[in-house]
């Protein structure tokens, strides 16, 4: 089935803001929405064409529009996004992936590299799992642990992942903002999901990726530990690594300010 533009549009839920003659892209991380990139928006409005959408599947916005037969794969999602971006016909634009989106955008640059001059990879990673010599950050077992937990009991699981994952104490107000959105995820879904997220290695893509990259990580990422950042740093071309003196795995959450300043820095 050929994709029309409104499709597309209606199923990504796509949002549109901002003045400028370039476009900056803003792509949600599992379990989050749009509205997580609000800090960000806020302070570059006034500079960039602003586009917000949901992958299908990865928030609760866009649940209605997940296939889980059609989105198998990143590639899957990266196939969606380049034609999104056609069909938006934005030019060339710059985009920003949080955690798996990152890596959306990264395979998403490789069908369109024309369309797509620099990446930015907020704490994104090409592969979660340990395996050999690489240090993704959870073993097999820790994998079969953390959807075995999730699947007796999904609310009471919600809320420990949401401390971990945001590196807060459960009355911080991003860790209730983020618990609230995987909530509002149907469990079964959410899981199936986080499972394919968990067990995705893109490590051998990445020397297909053409456009420069800034990676930005934090200090302390209970999701990507930094030797998967150094990774990602070591395997794209012309890529850049900056660390951020904040912890946790939602930054442009819990410090927006070191976000849109790193934001600043780079895409000047």
Request: glycine share 8%; hydrophobic share 45%.
């Amino acid at each position: 089935m050929i994709d029309t533009e409104a499709t597309l549009i209606e199923r990504h839920n796509v949002t549109l803001t901002g003045t400028g003659d370039e476009a900056l892209v803003l792509i949600s991380g599992f379990g989050t929405d749009q509205s997580a990139w609000r800090h960000v928006v806020e302070a570059f409005r006034d500079r960039y064409r602003i586009v917000l959408f949901d992958l299908p599947g990865i928030g609760p916005g866009s649940q209605s529009h997940y296939d889980h037969a059609r989105y198998h794969s990143l590639d899957a999602y990266a196939h969606s996004v380049a034609g999104l971006l056609r069909a938006l016909r934005l030019g060339p634009c710059i985009c920003v992936g949080h955690s798996v989106a990152g890596m959306v955008a990264a395979l998403a640059s490789i069908r369109t590299p024309e369309m797509i001059t620099r990446l930015v990879l907020l704490g994104s990673s090409a592969c979660y799992r340990n395996t050999g010599d690489y240090h993704g950050g959870f073993d097999a077992v820790d994998i079969d642990r953390l959807i075995d937990e999730a699947t007796a009991d999904y609310i009471a699981w919600t809320g420990r992942y949401g401390q971990m994952v945001v590196s807060a104490p459960a009355n911080d107000p991003s860790v209730r903002e983020f618990v609230a959105s995987l909530r509002a995820m149907r469990p079964d879904m959410a899981l199936s999901i986080l499972l394919n997220v968990l067990n995705i290695d893109v490590r051998p893509r990445l020397a297909e990726v053409s456009v420069p990259a800034v990676i930005l990580q934090t200090a302390h990422d209970p999701a990507v530990p930094q030797a998967a950042a150094d990774h990602l740093r070591d395997h794209l071309k012309g890529s850049v690594l900056d660390m951020l003196d904040a912890a946790g795995h939602l930054p442009h959450l819990t410090a927006p300010d070191l976000v849109v300043g790193a934001l600043r820095r780079h895409l000047r």
